[in-house]
């Protein structure tokens, strides 16, 4: 979450920064009450153990598709370029 708070704020157009930072805010902030529904519906319908596997293996699926949509993002090294 820090690297991607980093992220959002060193490449972000000065003009764009509070709009975007509003709407990263917004995903931040609900993220963690609709993992917890999925969570919980996903469990009721599967069971404990299944629920965690596949939770886990979806996981995996959608870091795969993030870096094959953003490979440049999967390569970069540093948070900043320094400029000289």
Avoid: Y
Avoid at 27 to 41: A, D, Y
């Amino acid at each position: 979450m820090v690297i991607r708070s980093s992220l959002v704020q060193l490449e972000t157009p000065d003009d764009k920064r509070g709009r975007v930072s509003a709407v990263n805010f917004i995903f931040i902030g609900t993220s963690n009450q609709l993992g917890e529904f999925e969570s919980g519906v996903t469990a009721h319908w599967f069971g404990t153990i299944p629920s965690v596997v596949l939770g886990g293996v979806l996981t995996l699926v959608v870091v795969a598709f993030w870096i094959r949509l953003f490979p440049s993002l999967a390569r970069r090294q540093v948070l900043a370029q320094v400029n000289n």
